[in-house]
């Protein structure tokens, strides 16, 4: 698998939600959200409008842990 860091990273990441999501019985419809969700709040981070802590506060939420 020869991928970009970034591609890799978003891919597995989507998979892992996927995952999340199915084991707490959520619908894929609300797993998609949620990912959207968590990158829009990646690119706010990295755009330095969300601090790493504001991140992972409400990264926790939207996966309900």
């Given at each position: 698998?020869?991928?970009?860091?970034?591609?890799?990273?978003?891919?597995?990441?989507?998979?892992?939600?996927?995952?999340?999501?199915?084991?707490?019985?959520?619908?894929?419809?609300?797993?998609?959200?949620?990912?959207?969700?968590?990158?829009?709040?990646?690119?706010?981070k990295e755009?330095?409008?969300?601090?790493?802590?504001?991140?992972?506060?409400?990264?926790?939420?939207?996966?309900?842990?």
């Open positions: 698998m020869n991928m970009p860091k970034k591609e890799l990273i978003d891919k597995l990441f989507n998979i892992i939600c996927t995952r999340w999501m199915q084991f707490q019985n959520i619908p894929s419809d609300s797993t998609d959200n949620i990912a959207s969700q968590i990158e829009k709040l990646a690119s706010l755009r330095g409008i969300l601090t790493e802590e504001e991140f992972t506060q409400k990264k926790k939420q939207l996966l309900g842990i």
